[in-house]
């Protein structure tokens, strides 16, 4: 396709997607396909030769789109939300344009920076205590834009592997770290999403589920308990995750008592709010984030209910230096000067976030390495060694005692007794490299090229996410997002009126913010049957959950064309469907 061709067919593929969202509501949400139709009606194999832009379209209104579920109609109430809008369209029509790749700051100067600028707006946007954000230099934490809250958990959950593997080695430097892996236990409630357990098992660690509260809840007691059973089997506690908005019915762990908890243990507390972290943007629901201040790690999906598209899940650390002792690998070709105002995403040096302020020079405090250069720079959490040796060698770093160090500069007074800050003292001092070392601490030097180096997340290359989120942030405001969830809320309340006002129907869960979770009185077959139904006809479509045993069906506002008729619709549908299903059972 040349440009020309490309001008005119882009923008009717504009006037395409405004037609398409525009009269979604005409469309039938569920497909009525079977699965295999694409293969019967597409080619085994890729054409020969260049096919006209127009035949390829055609195929798209013949055979794909008769093969969608509709995420963005107003009939489609399965999952949660997964909402696109025009602003974040646009962004991903200009970010696929750029294709720029953000991975460190000298790859995309724009990208890296938007996305650390765009990532406090939405931060301080949904009331997050300041230390997540990353508003100045000398900062450790800020936020990052991950693909999916599945990947920001693992993440997190690798982040506090390493933290928990290297405490562990130093309490046991003879034991390996893969059977101190096999110490190491973690847990979640049993209303926790999947992707946690998955995790677990990519993470190679055990997880318990804690059993919730009536309101399926997980509360700080039942947690403290399994910890204390736990620990006095000899396994290590290092890693929790709190869910605020379960997937079941939105419900909301209390995240105060179980940082409390996390606290005592010294366990890292992540928590997923990957539907419900949205509604934060409206204050009356940030009591539900009551205690985040105690969480290490916090992730939600603007790509759910905050009409960013697919992909876009903001994630939160207080410390990156977790991240970054986790996923840290350091080839030549991502090198680059940072001059430390900016966060390099996948890669750059502790500059970054490290306040430069030398405080002294000394040389030949080094037991074994000739004529080393260090440089002590103060940091107000932090102390960093630089180190320039010609040669990687071993040594000893044994004379930190006479001075300076213990000039008030490092508030955390740890310098004495060997941790400087608690986390870097791997006993690994890369040869130029800036790292926080400890008094009386091993060094080894590597290869003098190896510099430690931030990563932020698993994948190296990183689209130009912050763009979509930006535009959707600037387009709407505060204000028209915020009226964006109210709305949804509004429109659950009524679907949630409609419910409770007949009698054959329950909601056996109190409804949280735009889900409510229903179902016939009686029997789970009775709501299996009329689900099955209600999604075979095509007009509206669910997806059940179960808690405890009772089977339910859930109803998410998704849409933001949503209306009451649309509300109303659905509910008459789901009416004719039950009468049916009862007439079949009772007669
Ligand atoms: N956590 C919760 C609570 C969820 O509800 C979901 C999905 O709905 C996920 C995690 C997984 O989200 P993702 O698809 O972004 O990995």
Not at 86 to 115: D, H, K, Q, R
Not at 240 to 267: M, P, W, Y
Request: proline residues 4%.
């Amino acid at each position: 396709m040349e440009h020309t061709e490309f001008r005119v067919k882009a923008k009717e593929m504009v006037d395409y997607i405004a037609d398409y969202l525009e009269n979604i509501r005409d469309r039938r949400v569920y497909p009525s396909v079977q699965p295999g139709y694409l293969h019967k009606l597409l080619p085994k194999e890729a054409p020969q030769t260049p096919e006209k832009w127009d035949e390829i379209f055609k195929d798209v209104d013949e055979h794909i789109m008769p093969g969608l579920v509709h995420w963005q109609s107003p009939h489609m109430h399965a999952y949660f939300p997964a909402l696109t809008s025009y602003p974040s369209i646009m962004g991903e029509m200009l970010s696929s344009a750029l294709n720029v790749l953000c991975f460190t700051w000298a790859s995309s100067p724009a990208g890296t920076e938007l996305e650390t600028i765009a990532m406090n707006w939405l931060g301080k946007l949904l009331g997050l205590p300041d230390c997540f954000l990353n508003e100045k230099n000398d900062s450790p934490g800020g936020g990052v834009i991950q693909t999916t809250a599945s990947e920001a958990t693992l993440v997190s959950l690798l982040a506090a592997r390493t933290r928990a593997l290297m405490e562990l080695s130093k309490l046991n430097p003879e034991v390996q770290s893969a059977e101190l892996l096999g110490h190491l236990i973690c847990y979640c409630s049993d209303q926790a999403h999947s992707s946690v357990e998955k995790a677990g098992l990519i993470g190679l660690v055990r997880m318990r589920y804690i059993e919730s509260d009536e309101h399926q809840s997980m509360r700080g007691d039942q947690l403290e308990k399994a910890i204390a059973s736990d620990k006095e089997k000899g396994l290590v506690p290092f890693w929790v995750c709190a869910t605020l908005g379960t997937t079941g019915s939105v419900a909301f762990d209390n995240l105060r008592e179980i940082g409390q908890v996390c606290e005592k243990h010294g366990a890292w507390l992540h928590v997923d709010a990957a539907y419900a972290g949205s509604a934060f943007t409206c204050p009356e629901y940030r009591h539900w984030l009551d205690g985040v201040e105690l969480a290490d790690s916090f992730a939600f999906n603007p790509s759910k209910w905050l009409m960013v598209n697919f992909d876009c899940t903001a994630m939160w650390v207080k410390d990156s230096t977790a991240l970054h002792r986790t996923f840290n690998v350091n080839p030549i070709y991502l090198r680059h000067e940072n001059s430390g105002k900016a966060i390099d995403y996948m890669v750059g040096d502790k500059q970054t976030y490290i306040k430069k302020k030398p405080l002294r020079k000394i040389n030949n405090n080094i037991k074994g390495i000739e004529n080393p250069t260090i440089t002590i720079n103060g940091h107000k959490n932090h102390t960093v060694i630089e180190l320039e040796t010609p040669n990687p060698q071993n040594g000893i770093i044994d004379d930190y005692q006479n001075g300076d160090y213990h000039n008030g500069d490092n508030e955390n007074g740890d310098y004495e007794n060997g941790d400087y800050n608690g986390d870097d003292d791997d006993g690994t001092l890369h040869g130029y490299n800036k790292i926080s070392q400890g008094c009386g601490d091993q060094i080894q030097l590597e290869d003098p090229n190896k510099k430690e180096m931030l990563h932020w997340q698993i994948p190296l290359s990183r689209r130009f996410r912050a763009l979509k989120l930006w535009f959707v942030l600037r387009n709407y405001g505060v204000s028209g997002i915020q009226k964006h969830i109210r709305e949804g809320v509004r429109l659950a309340q009524k679907f949630e009126a409609l419910v409770l006002a007949d009698q054959r129907f329950e909601i056996p869960q109190p409804r949280n913010l735009g889900m409510v979770a229903f179902r016939l009185k009686g029997d789970n077959a009775l709501t299996e049957r009329l689900l099955k139904r209600l999604n075979a006809r095509g007009y509206m479509h669910a997806v059940p959950a179960c808690f405890k045993g009772i089977y339910v069906i859930r109803f998410t506002v998704t849409s933001s064309r949503t209306t009451n008729q649309d509300i109303l619709d659905d509910w008459n549908e789901i009416k004719t469907v039950a009468k049916e299903i009862l007439m079949d059972v009772f007669g």
